[in-house]
């Protein structure tokens, strides 16, 4: 418990270092291009747009407004698939920093993972726009979706320290990964219906896969106008702690091993 | 045991293992071979084995010894960057290390950026970074180029950038590892100046150099490290005496 407040107490003296990183990331993304921050809209926009044409017209999709249940899926498998891939080197990638100062080493896994949230954030103005030429009508519910982004910030969180400190002894994680979140792509029901998998493999999407609860949630809120269920709920939020455990846990019992390791 | 308040590091029996470079497994292919083999125990390298000193309040201690020889790890162990694998490190008051000016800068972002940057990494807030920047411009003597990306710098000129950010606090404990041989003349001078307006403030020095000139001016302790292992440590002529005879031979 001392170990903890301890803790705490160190990640709120790096506060500042933690903000200064994460601006640095958001600053240097964009910089010296016309169009700057817009592209956080732009960007995912115009990957919906092709999308929609692609499912639409080649595979006749039937989903009931598929623009919207398409985009929302995607911002969110984005900043899961960008954080967590960001996250795998954030160690690796500072190694000349770590070895010159003291500084906490999870400070940099945490910044990358919260600079993307950033960009999450930024571009759910995007959402904003397919929301609003869909013609999709607000609810009160809109105000729990808060809640999801930071289940699967917490989830992405524990993810990213979990990679990041197995990534400084083996490297090779890194290019796995790359193949894992293929997979987990097309396991995630982001642009077709739960619904058209088998039966077998549909159990285990709905019982396994984090990004199912999250994508779930957020499209009952907006495309059905109800509270998500409570299954989603409790399943989100266990997990985004589960796996926050899990990593911070690995990451703590490692990292003194990092300096010979980078 | 008495406890003995006085000292402001205390290094007792530390010994630093490295992993030798040619032993480092970083693929899994080469784990599960190494691990089939019996080889995982990987081949150890003792960069400093069972050093111990203590330094008071105030001392100025040179550090000194051929390359290769630890010099820079002792002082990693010291921040707190490396952690010991025998032994303790003991270390009370707050360290401003200079192992490598500026190592928070990105080449990427200007000198301003940079500045609150580097200030972050070395652990200062945003208030006092705010308070401090005109006298970091001033002292770096680089007004006219603050807004100019790091990596459009020459190597003298982020040398003052980082000297100068390093060095706005008085802190406890300075530890420098042979930076200042960048810059030209006159900021040498002005670092040294800097230095020597610490030392007389109470600042407790760790100063590694190979300039044994450097070190008996500046330092009245001295610790001669050779192949990670202590040869001699106190009065620094007499260790620098002995360090220099030792190549005579």
């Known amino acids: 418990m001392n170990m903890f407040v301890k803790r705490l107490g160190g990640f709120y003296k790096y506060r500042f270092l933690m903000q200064q990183l994460v601006s640095r990331d958001i600053k240097l993304k964009y910089r010296r291009s016309f169009l700057g921050y817009v592209w956080s809209i732009l960007n995912p926009l115009l990957t919906m747009v092709i999308m929609v044409i692609v499912f639409s017209n080649i595979f006749n999709s039937d989903i009931q407004n598929f623009s919207v249940y398409l985009i929302i899926g995607q911002t969110l498998f984005t900043f899961m698939s960008e954080s967590t891939n960001q996250a795998i080197t954030s160690i690796t990638g500072n190694a000349a920093l770590l070895k010159k100062t003291y500084v906490p080493k999870y400070v940099f896994t945490v910044s990358k993972v919260t600079s993307c949230f950033v960009n999450m954030l930024f571009s759910l103005g995007a959402l904003v726009v397919v929301f609003v030429v869909c013609r999709v009508v607000p609810n009160v519910y809109y105000l729990f979706i808060p809640i999801i982004l930071l289940q699967e910030y917490l989830f992405c969180l524990g993810l990213g320290m979990l990679l990041a400190q197995g990534s400084v002894f083996f490297r090779d994680i890194q290019y796995i990964y790359n193949a894992v979140i293929t997979a987990w792509m097309y396991l995630t029901p982001m642009f077709y219906p739960i619904e058209m998998l088998p039966e077998t493999l549909r159990k285990l999407i709905v019982t396994l896969n984090p990004m199912y609860f999250y994508m779930t949630e957020f499209r009952q809120i907006v495309l059905n106008g109800q509270m998500p269920d409570a299954y989603l709920i409790a399943a989100g939020s266990g997990v985004a702690v589960l796996m926050l455990v899990i990593g911070t846990w690995a990451f703590l019992r490692t990292q003194d091993k990092f300096i010979l390791y980078i | ?249």
């Open chain 2, 1 to 249: 045991m008495t406890v003995d308040q006085d000292y402001i590091i205390k290094v007792t029996n530390a010994t630093v293992r490295f992993n030798m470079a040619s032993e480092r497994i970083d693929n899994l292919k080469e784990y599960f071979v190494k691990l089939v083999k019996h080889e995982l125990m990987f081949q150890e390298f003792l960069a400093v084995q069972d050093v111990s000193f203590e330094v008071k309040r105030g001392e100025a201690w040179g550090v000194v010894g051929t390359n290769g020889s630890g010099k820079s790890t002792l002082l990693k162990l010291i921040c707190g960057i490396l952690k010991p694998y025998r032994g303790t490190v003991d270390v009370r008051g707050n360290i401003a290390p200079l192992i490598e000016l500026g190592a928070g800068f990105d080449g990427e972002l200007t000198a301003i950026e940079n500045i609150y940057l580097n200030g972050a990494v070395l652990g200062y807030s945003k208030e006092f970074m705010d308070n401090q920047f005109d006298e970091i411009v001033e002292f770096a003597e680089l007004k006219d180029f603050m807004d100019m990306p790091i990596k459009n710098y020459s190597s003298g000129m982020s040398a003052r950038l980082g000297f100068a950010v390093a060095t706005i606090v008085r802190p406890e404990i300075l530890i420098i590892d042979e930076v200042l041989a960048v810059g030209d003349y006159a900021f040498q001078e002005k670092c040294q100046e800097r230095m020597h307006q610490m030392l007389e403030g109470g600042t407790t020095l760790l100063y590694v150099s190979h300039s044994i000139e450097t070190v008996r001016a500046l330092c009245d302790h001295a610790l001669w490290l050779n192949r990670g292992k202590m040869m001699m440590k106190g009065n620094a002529d007499e260790v620098c005496d002995a360090y220099m005879n030792s190549f005579n031979v």
